[in-house]
């Protein structure tokens, strides 16, 4: 699996030109009417003369060297491998770089969640939760590796046994934001890392847009947990509508800004989410798939019995550790257990630090 020549220079020319492009995105309004140029009006827009010169003596052979050496496979939208979803875009990108298994860009039902960097806690459970359902019900995750929303999804996405995408509006080697580096690593284990950019390019803001039209168009359905009226993550709902994609949005609380996003799609006809099971529903309704129990995610593990007790008491609303335990090796049994039941995203912590059901 490997690009073309001519894809590989056209990839070139526009991370070579990525800070006047920035540019054009504000007076153009929106990606395919830029990354759809051809490479002569991409060079009219801002290339100098030492950029013409490096691409017209364009060396593909080692913009292949560099992306191996980056642990990075290559496919262009030339060959067959390429995702088919993408080529419903206007623009679909010219390269993509893989890292990680090529093989899930294939997956033609995932399910995109995004949303706001600077989420709540409310927003992170929801997130991380359902990216665990749809994950259990072996749906791909899609999303932008971001901090916030996205990072929850794709951690919620590990718990189960599903895979799942990350985009990245640079390097797909390169971590972003780098403090990320251990779940960079985790979703190019189990799914993939993916990027339109070359190795060593730079993310310029017009390139988190043009990214989220990748996470639109690889998702069959997106749902968008929290985002504020003006947050980016409402272009990938926005890229998701032009391509006929289903888009539903998770309520929140109507005083908190991050709510006002979601609130509006909702208002303008987006299903309301509230969980992995409706974000199936919407999936179902999109691709005509059913899933096993009517759609619904798919049930909890067995727990062992003294879990199922701890669990059947958080339950009953006995939440502290004081309801929980007596004894100090009781508190002790009552915290490995209620880790556990955590880890399987069923008790979080809610208000002042008690033990609540989570799903």
């Known amino acids: 699996m490997t690009a073309c020549d001519a894809c590989l220079r056209r990839t070139g020319l526009i991370a070579a030109i990525a800070g006047r492009l920035q540019i054009e995105f504000k007076q153009r309004g929106a990606p395919a009417r830029v990354l759809a140029l051809s490479d002569e009006d991409l060079l009219d827009i801002g290339a100098s003369d030492d950029i013409r010169r490096r691409y017209a003596d364009f060396d593909a052979p080692a913009a292949r060297a560099r992306a191996s050496?980056?642990?990075?496979?290559?496919?262009?939208?030339?060959?067959?491998e390429y995702p088919d979803r993408l080529r419903d875009l206007a623009d679909p990108p010219a390269v993509l770089h893989i890292l990680g298994d090529p093989g899930v860009l294939a997956d033609a039902e995932g399910v995109g969640v995004v949303g706001a960097r600077r989420a709540s806690a409310y927003g992170l459970d929801v997130a991380r939760t359902m990216g665990r359902g749809l994950s259990a019900a072996e749906i791909t995750v899609v999303s932008g590796l971001a901090m916030g929303i996205d990072s929850a999804a794709h951690a919620g996405a590990l718990e189960g046994p599903g895979r799942t995408i990350g985009v990245l509006?640079?390097?797909?080697?390169?971590?972003?934001?780098?403090?990320?580096?251990?779940?960079?690593?985790?979703?190019?284990?189990?799914?993939?890392v993916i990027s339109e950019m070359p190795p060593g390019a730079s993310a310029h803001r017009w390139c988190f847009v043009a990214r989220n039209r990748i996470i639109a168009a690889l998702a069959a359905a997106t749902v968008v947990v929290q985002a504020t009226e003006r947050s980016g993550s409402l272009t990938t709902a926005d890229f998701a509508n032009e391509l006929g994609r289903a888009v539903g949005a998770v309520p929140g609380q109507v005083t908190t800004r991050l709510s006002g996003g979601t609130h509006l799609l909702i208002q303008t006809g987006a299903p309301l989410i509230r969980d992995a099971t409706d974000a199936l529903e919407l999936l179902a309704g999109a691709t005509g798939r059913?899933?096993?129990d009517g759609g619904r995610a798919a049930p909890r593990p067995a727990l062992e019995e003294h879990l199922e007790t701890l669990l059947a008491a958080v339950e009953d609303g006995h939440g502290s550790l004081g309801e929980l335990a007596e004894s100090a090796d009781e508190a002790r049994s009552a915290l490995t257990g209620l880790a556990e039941l955590e880890r399987l995203g069923l008790v979080r912590r809610g208000f002042a630090g008690r033990w609540e059901r989570a799903a």
């Open 290 to 292: 059913v899933f096993a």
């Open 169 to 192: 509006a640079a390097s797909a080697h390169i971590p972003y934001p780098p403090r990320g580096f251990r779940l960079h690593a985790a979703v190019a284990e189990r799914g993939a």
């Open 69 to 80: 050496a980056a642990g990075l496979k290559t496919v262009c939208r030339c060959r067959d």
